[in-house]
């Protein structure tokens, strides 16, 4: 009986797993490879250059270049604020900050202030728009902001900052800012 039972379970779990591979197989069927214009390996961010594609998509050229561009700069910011995050995590436990909570939000919060105003600098790098066959348009843009830029306006903003230039060393900052950026390779 037991054998049976081990049997017809080996068989379903067969037949399951078959149907499950042939439903999948399924819905790639129809899928073609799709070529996303300003994004490879030249458009990545690097250890030297923090960057970031957005798309938009209009029945305005205008409004598509400004989507595109607007979420660009929101992924920028986010990657660099989560950078910086990792950055002061790692100061702020290797150096004099130490559990200083209250520091270490200081910092985060400074250097979010720098990273949004900085944003405004951004550079595009590329500029690509494309026409549907309904007339509506896509556009894909990639900006651009050094790392070390960054870094150091951030370190100006501490710097002016009374309580926390007194526990911040710019050296071991930087140090730990780009061990940070080359893990970005």
Do not use: H
Request: net charge positive; glycine share 6%.
């Amino acid at each position: 009986m037991k054998k049976v039972f081990l049997f017809v379970a080996i068989a379903l779990l067969s037949v399951g797993c078959a149907s499950k591979k042939d439903k999948q197989q399924e819905a790639y069927k129809g899928d073609v490879s799709v070529t996303v214009p300003c994004s490879g390996k030249d458009y990545q961010s690097n250890s030297k250059t923090f960057r970031a594609l957005g798309m938009g998509f209009s029945t305005d050229m205008q409004i598509a270049r400004s989507k595109a561009l607007q979420n660009a700069r929101a992924e920028l910011a986010t990657q660099i604020n989560a950078t910086i995050k990792r950055v002061v995590d790692n100061y702020a436990s290797s150096y004099q900050m130490g559990e200083d909570e209250e520091a270490k939000s200081k910092f985060q919060d400074l250097s979010r202030t720098v990273v949004n105003r900085e944003l405004g600098g951004t550079i595009v790098i590329c500029d690509e728009t494309t026409r549907t066959p309904e007339g509506k348009f896509r556009c894909y843009i990639v900006v651009e902001l050094g790392g070390p830029e960054v870094a150091e306006k951030v370190a100006n903003a501490v710097k002016a900052d009374d309580k926390l230039r007194i526990d911040y060393e710019y050296e071991k900052f930087k140090q730990t800012f780009d061990e940070e950026m080359n893990k970005l390779k």
